[in-house]
């Protein structure tokens, strides 16, 4: 049986993009390989956000060129972004290249690697499914079957992709194609499977996931919707309709919205719906009405300050986070001043920050890309100081707090290290990370447990059990069913660089 064997690059999308990879290579005969270098065929999953991912491909294969001259029979795929973009050019430019994949085309690869396999040339299949839509399903484990593993206490559902939004810096909708929607009755269902077979938290996806309707038109007003407000949409009408199907659910997140559809419906649903976490990832990329203005953002820094503050106020306690470029063309230090006494006013409890780095196909390739590298990196060291002081003292202020926690994962197996020396990990209901320290007897895995809040470290708590959650939590069972390990990992309330 051939072995393959996926990488990836990029955001939660493509992450979901390779784990349904996954599915159509396991379903079509072939075995994931232990290491990149067993494998038979080799997926890079690509992300062109900015210039750095896309050269990380281009090094990426550079390396792997050797990999294939080693057998004749090695096959190298590259998916995701990148390949939707540059399509069949990729292959005259890197001849190590087998096969082009756009991310409408998953379901086609096992096809396309079976034409490679009887000797057919490299090809690139970069279509989008404009007619009829395609929203590959993840097959949850069967919860009947005792031989099977739990389903990871956390996935992603998608409910819809592409993008209609002009931001002109950015090359998504060139690479993910217009706005489509998934009907709202199979997104119920993929999720009632999921939760049937142990998972805890869903999290919808899409490039601007609360401008979501419904295609079939099954889903009805939600409270506070308003029929001539240009940015209304049925995505609160949606998150009512999961609450009320789903209730084993624990926690329904979504990413990425976009500010403009966080309309007085939506407020009112996480006012109402306790399964929506205190906790949203509002983009705002700039706080200043001039640079939002050429962004072509569509609100303005009051807006988004009127907005983001109607939610605090339904759900006290609401922490935000956030994406912010910096250096936009034309960005002076009034701009980005304008940017740090935004990221003041809010809050941010997490932030990723960006240096402006000009795409193929935006429409901010007309303005010059005129703010130095250097002072890029000035402000983006600026930004993050100022979000890692936020961040720091909402975690200090946690210390000696009560908080429920749906572990996700064993800390090793998740990369933390074990800090601290603790064995389990998860997210507060506001996303924070926390380490679960003297529980490694229990089995906790994919429980909402409370805990008391220890110690804040710089981007994450640590944490005990309390005794009411200790006395009520089932002993480990050596050698008991081991839970399929969490592919994802989504470090929202943390700062990152660009
Ligand atoms: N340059 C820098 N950052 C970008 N992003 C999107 N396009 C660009 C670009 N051309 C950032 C935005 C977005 C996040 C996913 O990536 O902040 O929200």
């Known amino acids: ?17 390779s784990e349904r990879m996954h599915d159509v290579l396991r379903c079509a005969g072939y075995t994931e390989a232990g290491s990149a270098e067993e494998a038979d065929v080799l997926v890079l999953n690509t992300c062109s956000v900015r210039e750095k991912a896309e050269q990380k491909l281009r090094s990426e294969v550079g390396r792997l060129a050797r990999w294939k001259r080693e057998r004749a029979d090695r096959v190298l795929v590259v998916a995701g972004c990148v390949a939707q973009q540059e399509g069949e050019r990729l292959l005259k430019q890197m001849r190590a290249i087998d096969v082009v994949v756009g991310p ?11 034409d490679l396999a009887i000797g057919g040339l490299p090809i690139a299949r970069t279509v989008f499914d404009l007619d009829a839509p395609r929203f590959l399903v993840a097959s949850p484990p069967s919860p009947s079957s005792s031989s099977s593993p739990r389903a990871a206490p956390t996935a992603f559902v998608t409910v819809m992709k592409g993008c209609d939004e002009r931001c002109s810096f950015c090359i998504v909708p060139h690479t993910r194609g217009p706005e489509r929607y998934r009907p709202s009755d199979e997104i119920v269902a993929e999720i009632a499977a999921l939760v049937a077979a142990g998972t805890r938290e869903v999290t919808l996806l899409g490039q601007t996931v609360n401008s979501y309707r419904d295609p079939l038109g099954a889903l009805p007003r939600a409270p506070g919707a308003s029929a001539d407000d240009p940015d209304e949409s049925e995505f609160a009408a949606l998150l009512r309709r999961v609450a009320a199907d789903v209730p ?8 990425s919205p976009h500010p403009r559809h966080l309309t007085p419906s939506l407020v009112l649903a996480h006012a109402e719906l306790p399964v929506l976490p205190r906790h949203v990832h509002m983009p705002v990329q700039s706080g200043s009405d001039r640079v939002l203005r050429r962004m072509i953002r569509r609100y303005t820094r009051a807006e988004y300050v009127a907005r983001t503050r109607a939610l605090v106020e339904a759900v006290p306690g609401l922490t935000l986070s956030t994406d912010i470029i910096v250096g936009f063309p034309g960005e002076t230090e009034d701009d980005f001043a304008a940017t740090l006494s935004l990221v003041r006013e809010v809050g941010f409890k997490g932030l990723f920050g960006f240096k402006y780095s000009r795409r193929p196909h935006t429409p901010a390739l ?10 890029k990196g000035e402000r983006l060291a600026r930004l993050f100081e100022a979000s890692e002081a936020l961040l720091g003292a909402h975690l200090s202020d946690l ?5 429920e926690v749906l572990v996700e994962g064993r800390d090793k197996e998740r990369g933390h290290g074990g800090a601290g020396g603790a064995l ?7 996303h924070e990370i926390a380490h679960i320290d003297g529980a490694g007897e229990l089995d906790l895995l994919g429980e909402v447990v409370e805990v008391s809040i220890t110690r804040a470290n710089k981007h994450s708590l640590q944490a005990e059990l309390t005794e009411a959650a200790r006395a009520a939590a089932r ?4 050698g008991g069913l081991e839970p399929r390990p969490a592919r994802r990992s989504l ?8």
């Not at 002993?475 to 050596?478: K, M, S, T």
């Open 366 to 375: 007309k303005l010059p890309d005129d703010v130095p590298e250097g002072v």
């Open 399 to 403: 210390v000696g707090t009560t908080q």
């Open 424 to 430: 389990w990990s998860g997210r507060t209901g506001r």
């Open 475 to 478: 002993p480990r069972q050596r």
């Open 248 to 255: 084993g659910l624990a926690r329904l997140r979504y990413t």
């Open 491 to 498: 470090p929202v309330v943390a700062a990152e660089g660009g």
């Open 1 to 17: 049986m051939p072995r393959y064997s996926i990488t990836t690059f990029g955001c939660q999308m493509n992450v979901h993009d």
């Open 104 to 114: 409408d085309n998953i379901p086609e690869l096992p096809g396309l690697l079976g």
